[in-house]
């Protein structure tokens, strides 16, 4: 068989949620033909079914799971949360679900495409794929199909299932990469600090701004341009090269007075705060824009500080 007449034209989807509405959109807008849109009960699942028909002007299938007699389509994509991934699996294995040769995805960022073995028989193949984006879905609002422009996909699993995963990342415009299963986990929690955490550090941001008597124009768009030059700095130069603020330059006058005002006005706030001067600390004395003995006077001082707040 000719090598493209073996590449994936057609797919189906379980999970119909923010990454896996995103990406049947993309598959679809690539010229890749929907077989079945899965939900856990069927109601996402027909909202996309109905999106996507306008888009290939003819009837896209949408279904519960639980009526899912069959699952179609060269590839099949399971895009749930991780906890749901095992009743999946168990669901898939059902006699006559799926079909020979059919290559199954899914799109977890932790888990290891191991989690889909269950599922190798009959000439398929296994494999994750990841795509480093944070996915949002509004109401009335279409998911957004170029978000997978150049956009890194991490792919780990059997070597046919992780050829069919590089071809329709790059069909989709997107950077596809190879990982290797063991490193997942640490590469998935790189990602949780670089994405969810900034938003987390940016909502600490929000509720100090919060206590301000006098804030009402005081909102977080206030940081954005602080924030967008921050984060080009750390792309251009690396993160170690580009730390500023008081602990890099070791103000240790102005860090203590921070810590004093948090305590006394948003001591909720302040772990944080105390934590992320630490990994300050640490970055700083690997470029050596510490001495030994500044580093070591913060240290006493952001340990003067635990439990101010009364927590831990």
């Known amino acids: ?12 989807i379980i999970g119909t949620g923010r990454v896996g509405s995103h990406l049947a959109t993309a598959l679809v807008r690539a010229g890749f033909i929907p077989g079945l849109l899965v939900s856990k009960r069927g109601e996402s699942s027909e909202r996309l079914s109905i999106i996507l028909a306008a888009e290939t002007e003819a009837a896209v299938r949408s279904a519960a799971l639980e009526s899912a007699a069959q699952i179609p389509g060269d590839v099949i994509f399971v895009s749930v949360l991780d ?4 009743g999946i699996v168990q669901t898939l294995s059902k006699p006559g679900v799926l079909s020979s040769n059919q290559v199954i995805f899914h799109t977890s960022g932790g888990l290891t495409a191991s989690i889909l073995s269950p599922l190798a028989e009959d000439g398929r193949s296994v494999a994750s794929f990841h795509p480093l984006q944070t996915f949002v879905l509004q109401d009335a609002v279409p998911a957004d199909p170029e978000i997978f422009r150049d956009l890194p996909v991490a792919i780990e699993g059997d070597e046919r299932a992780v ?27 790189a990602a949780v600090i ?8 940016l909502g600490s941001a ?6 301000i008597s006098d804030s009402s124009e ?26 500023t603020g008081p602990v890099a330059r070791g103000d240790l006058q102005l860090l203590v007075s921070h810590l004093t005002a948090i305590a006394e006005q948003s001591p909720e706030s302040l772990p944080l705060y105390v ?6 600390v640490r970055l700083s004395r690997k470029t050596g824009r510490l001495s030994k003995e500044t580093a070591t006077a913060i240290d006493d001082i952001l340990d003067s500080h635990v439990g101010v707040s009364g927590q831990p």
Not at 1 to 12: E, I, N, Y
Not at 206 to 211: D, G, M, R, S, V
Not at 237 to 242: L, N, T, V
């Open 206 to 211: 929000q509720a100090l701004l919060n206590e």
């Open 218 to 243: 005081l909102s977080i768009e206030l940081f954005k341009p602080l924030v967008e030059q921050a984060v080009r700095n750390s792309f251009d130069r690396g993160p170690d090269h580009a730390l």
């Open 275 to 280: 934590e992320l001067s630490r990994e300050t």
């Open 1 to 12: 068989m000719d090598k493209a007449d073996s590449r994936p034209k057609s797919f189906s």
């Open 194 to 201: 670089s994405s969810n955490f900034v938003t987390t550090i």
């Open 163 to 189: 050829d069919s995963g590089f071809f329709l990342a790059e069909a989709l415009g997107s950077k596809p990469f190879l990982l290797n299963g063991e490193a997942k986990l640490l590469y998935h929690a």
């Open 83 to 86: 906890d749901a991934l095992p």
